[in-house]
C-alpha cells in the first residue's frame, strides 16, 4: 500500500550566513552565497589551536567554519524559564526552543491550541560541547541540579514537549552525520502508524570547544581551506558548521483541510545499516543503493522521475564518489543523454552542520520544489575524474535553474545521507499544486492584529511588519488574507495592538504612528492579564467599521474575541514575521574554562551566581522565636522571599507573595531543592507534594508558621530589628 504523502507545512531555520527563516535561507541559495567564516573569537582562540600541519599535537589545520550569531543569547522570559536555569541550559534546546515556536508561526498553527495534542518531536542531536563545559572539574562549583538536567542530550526534544505541552512520541536521533534526516523519516513514519497526528522534526547543531576539530584534524577529514568542494577534483574535506532547522509535517489531506500553505511533500523514506561492510567508518555503495531502492519501491515513483538529489556531499574525495557512483547506479539508470540528474550538496554554501546537514539538505529541497528552482551548487570548477559523469547520467548545476512539471506531475527530488557508523537513509520529495487563491475586495475595512508578551516585543513586531510590508517581495498579499492570519493564525498575548484599516499603506501609517507614540483613529493598544472568551453574537460583515472598531478596542481591553464569528467562511492564511525575540546573554562557565578556550582573560565574571549574601546562614529559627507575632508570618516570608532569589540567580527584588511558585520560574527540581533548605534550616517537616503543588510565597510562609508554632518553640535570645535585617537581603 502506498502511503499517504506528508506535506511539509512550516519551516524554522537559523544557519551560517545571517539566516534566520526560509526566506533568508532561499535568498542565500538562490544567490549562490558562501555562508563560511574565519572561526570566532567567542569559540575559541583559533591562533592558540590553530597550525598548518595536520600532525601538530593539540591543534588543528582549519581556521574556518560556518557559524551562527549570538549563540549564547535566549527569550528566557518568553519561556517561563528562569536565569538560572537558562544559564545551564544547553544552547543547542535554546535554539530549538525558538525556532520550533516559528517553524509552527510558519506553518499558520496556534501553539496553545496545540497543548495537549499528540504532536510528535523528533529531533537529531550529537554535540555535547556546553555539556563538556558545565561538567569541566573547574566548574564544580558551579554544578547545580539543573546542570544534570539541562545537558543530556534526550532532553533536547522533551523539553520542546514539555514547554508547547505535547503528548507524542518525543525521540532524540544521534545517527552521527544523518541524524536529522533520520529523525524525519521516524516522524513520517509516526505520523503513518497513527502515533502522533502532526510531528516537529529536525536538528540541531553548535560548536563552543576544540577538540573536536583537533581530532578531525587528525583523521585528515577537514577541507584546509574551509570550503567543500563536492564532487570537485580538488575536494580534500568538509568545513564544520553549525545550525538548526525544525519542519512541520502533517497528512496532506489534513493540510488540504486545514487551509495550510504547503511545500513540498514528502512521497516516501527509508533507512538501512551498512553492516559489516569494508570499514566501520567507510560509506558503501550497495548499502547506499538498496536503501534508495526501498524507498522508490515504497511510493511506486520511479528513480528515473527524480530532477534533483540534495547529497550527503561533504567534499570527501572517496564519500563523494561512492555515493556519485550509488545515485547513478538507481536514479541514473535507464536515462538518455540530456536528461542528467541534477546532484548537489548545501554543503557548500554553509558548511557541514553534523547533526543537523539532513535537515539543512532537506529543507534547501523543499525550499526548490515550493520555488520550482534548482540552486547553483558552489565551489564546482573540476569534476571529480574518478567519477563517471556520463555513463552515471549525472550533473552538478552551477548557476539557478527551472525545475519544471514532468508528465503532468509536479516535481519530484531527494535527499540523500549517511553518517559515520554506517546510517544510510534516503527521502523522496515532491512539490504540490498550487491551488486557486479567492482575492478579497480591496477596500474593505478590515481588522489587523499584533500583541507580544512585552512592550518591547510589541514594538519590534510593529517594525517587523513595517518592513515585511512595504518589501516589494510581499506587494501582491491582500490585506485580508494578513487580517484572517494575524487573527486566526497566530498566538495571541497579553501585550496588544488592534487597528481596523482599508489598506495596507493605511496599515503602515498606523504602525508608523504607534512606533511614534501618536494616536489614530480606530487604533488601539492595551494589556491584557488574563484572557477571557467572549461570543460575537452575529457575523458584522466587513463593511460595518463600527462593530469593527468596536471589537479591535475590546480585544485590547478585555477580551478574547472569538475571531471565527468575524471569518465565518475562513480566509487564506499568508505567510508573516515570526515572533521578535528580546534575548539577552546565558552563560555558565569557570572562568579558568573561558580563559583555556579564549587564551584571555575576562574582567567579568563568567558565571554570574547572584545572591551570595544571602546565602549567608542566619539562624531563622531563632529569629523568628524572638519576633512578636505580628511580624512572624512577614519574617518567614522574607525569608523564604531570600531562598527563591538565591534559587533563581536573579537580581534581588521584592517579590509578590500572592503569585504562585511556578509563575516565577521555580519548577519540580527547584522546589524540591528550596524545600530541602527550608525545611532543614526551620527544623520543620513539610510534605514534598506541598512545595510541587506550587502555592504562593505567603502560603508557604503561613505553613512554615504553623510548623514552627506545633513544636511549640519558646524565645530563648533577643535579637533587635529581625525583619530590617532579613528586608536588607532583598534590597
Known amino acids: 500500500m502506498i502511503p499517504e504523502p506528508i506535506a511539509i507545512v512550516g519551516i524554522g531555520c537559523r544557519f551560517p550566513g545571517g539566516v534566520h527563516s526560509p526566506v533568508s535561507f532561499w535568498n542565500l541559495l538562490q544567490n549562490g552565497r558562501d555562508a563560511i567564516t574565519e572561526i570566532p573569537s567567542d569559540r575559541w ?252 519501491q515504497r511510493t511506486g515513483i520511479l528513480p528515473q522521475q527524480v530532477q534533483y538529489v540534495e547529497t550527503q556531499g561533504s567534499g570527501s574525495p572517496m564519500g563523494d564518489e561512492i555515493e556519485a557512483k550509488a545515485i547513478g547506479a538507481v536514479i541514473g539508470s535507464d536515462r538518455s543523454l540530456g536528461n542528467e540528474c541534477a546532484i548537489g550538496s548545501v554543503k557548500t554554501n554553509i558548511g557541514h552542520m553534523e547533526a543537523a546537514a539532513g535537515i539543512g539538505g532537506l529543507i534547501k529541497a523543499a525550499l526548490a520544489v515550493s520555488h520550482r528552482q534548482i540552486p547553483p551548487n558552489l565551489h564546482f570548477q ?165 462593530m469593527l472598531n468596536s471589537l479591535a478596542e475590546r480585544y485590547t481591553l478585555e477580551d478574547s474575541i472569538d475571531w471565527n464569528a468575524i471569518y465565518p467562511h475562513g480566509g487564506c492564511f499568508v505567510r508573516l514575521p515570526s515572533y521578535p525575540w528580546q534575548r539577552q546573554r546565558y552563560w555558565q562557565e569557570s572562568e579558568a574554562s573561558r580563559q583555556d578556550r579564549l587564551g584571555e582573560s575576562n574582567n567579568v565574571e563568567a558565571s554570574s551566581v547572584v545572591g551570595s549574601k544571602i546565602a549567608e546562614q542566619i539562624d531563622i529559627v531563632e529569629q523568628w522565636s524572638v519576633a512578636v507575632n505580628s511580624q512572624r508570618t512577614d519574617l518567614l516570608s522574607t525569608y523564604i522571599q531570600a531562598q527563591i532569589i538565591q534559587a533563581l540567580e536573579c537580581e534581588p527584588v521584592q517579590l509578590d507573595v500572592q503569585k504562585p511558585l511556578n509563575s516565577m520560574g521555580i519548577d519540580s527540581l527547584m522546589a524540591v531543592s528550596l524545600r530541602n533548605h527550608i525545611v532543614t534550616n526551620l527544623k520543620i517537616e513539610l510534605p514534598i507534594e506541598q512545595f510541587i503543588a506550587s502555592p504562593s510565597i505567603a502560603e508557604l510562609a503561613q505553613a512554615c508558621h504553623e510548623q514552627l508554632i506545633l513544636k511549640n518553640l519558646i524565645p530563648t535570645i533577643q535579637i533587635a530589628n529581625v525583619v530590617e535585617e532579613i528586608e536588607e537581603l532583598t534590597l
Not at 541540579?145 to 542530550?153: C, E, F, Q, Y
Not at 478579497?440 to 517594525?463: D, G, H, M
Not at 495592538?497 to 494616536?519: G, I, N, T
Open 382 to 546: 573540476t569534476p571529480n575524474p574518478k567519477i563517471p559523469w556520463e555513463e552515471l547520467r549525472l550533473r552538478v548545476p552551477q548557476f539557478l535553474e527551472p525545475l519544471i512539471n514532468k508528465d503532468n506531475q509536479p516535481p519530484i527530488v531527494s535527499v540523500n545521507g549517511f553518517g559515520l557508523g554506517g546510517t544510510n537513509v534516503h527521502v523522496i520529495l515532491q512539490g504540490v499544486e498550487s491551488l486557486p487563491i479567492d482575492t478579497a475586495i480591496a477596500n474593505q475595512p478590515q481588522i489587523f492584529l499584533t500583541s507580544a508578551r512585552s512592550p518591547e516585543a510589541l514594538k519590534a513586531f510593529a517594525k517587523a511588519y513595517i518592513e515585511f510590508f512595504t518589501a516589494q517581495d510581499n506587494a501582491a498579499i491582500s490585506l485580508a488574507d494578513i487580517c484572517y492570519t494575524t487573527s486566526l493564525r497566530r498566538s495571541h498575548h497579553s501585550y496588544r495592538l488592534a487597528m481596523v484599516v482599508d489598506s495596507k499603506k493605511q496599515l503602515v501609517e498606523h504602525l508608523v504612528a504607534f512606533l511614534a507614540q501618536e494616536s489614530r483613529p480606530s487604533m488601539f493598544s492595551g494589556y491584557i492579564e488574563q484572557h477571557k472568551n467572549s461570543r460575537v453574537e452575529e457575523n458584522p460583515g466587513t463593511e460595518c467599521a463600527q
Open 45 to 296: 582562540n583559533v591562533n592558540k589551536f590553530y597550525h598548518p600541519d595536520p600532525v601538530e599535537p593539540g591543534k588543528m589545520y582549519s581556521r574556518w567554519g560556518g557559524f551562527l550569531d549570538r549563540i549564547d543569547q535566549f527569550d528566557a522570559k518568553f519561556f517561563g524559564i528562569s536565569s538560572a536555569e537558562a544559564a545551564r541550559i544547553d544552547p543547542q534546546q535554546r535554539l530549538l526552543l525558538e525556532t520550533a515556536w516559528e517553524s509552527l508561526e510558519d506553518a499558520g498553527l496556534v501553539p496553545e491550541h496545540l497543548a495537549g495534542s499528540d504532536t510528535g518531536v523528533f529531533i537529531g542531536v550529537l554535540n555535547r560541547d556546553y555539556s563538556y563545559i558545565q561538567m569541566d572539574e573547574r566548574n564544580r562549583d558551579a554544578i547545580n541540579a539543573h546542570t544534570i538536567v539541562s545537558s543530556n542530550l534526550n532532553l533536547v526534544p522533551n523539553r520542546i514537549s514539555y514547554c508547547f505541552d505535547f503528548t507524542g512520541p518525543s525521540l532524540p536521533i544521534d545517527a552521527g552525520c544523518a541524524s536529522s534526516l533520520v529523525a524525519v523519516h521516524f516522524a513520517c513514519s509516526s505520523l503513518w502508524n497513527g502515533e502522533c497526528s502532526l510531528a516537529l522534526a529536525g536538528g540541531v547543531n553548535v560548536i563552543f570547544k576544540p577538540e573536536v576539530s583537533i581530532a578531525m584534524s587528525k583523521a585528515f577529514l577537514l577541507s584546509a581551506d574551509g570550503r567543500c568542494k563536492s564532487f570537485d577534483a580538488a575536494a580534500d574535506g568538509f568545513v564544520r558548521a553549525e545550525g538548526v532547522g525544525v519542519v512541520v509535517l502533517k497528512p496532506l489531506s489534513h493540510a488540504i483541510a486545514d487551509g495550510d500553505a504547503i511545500y513540498a511533500t514528502i512521497r516516501s523514506s527509508a533507512v538501512s545499516q551498512n553492516g559489516r561492510g569494508s570499514s566501520f567508518t567507510a560509506p558503501e555503495a550497495l548499502a547506499q543503493q538498496a536503501v534508495m531502492q526501498k524507498a522508490y
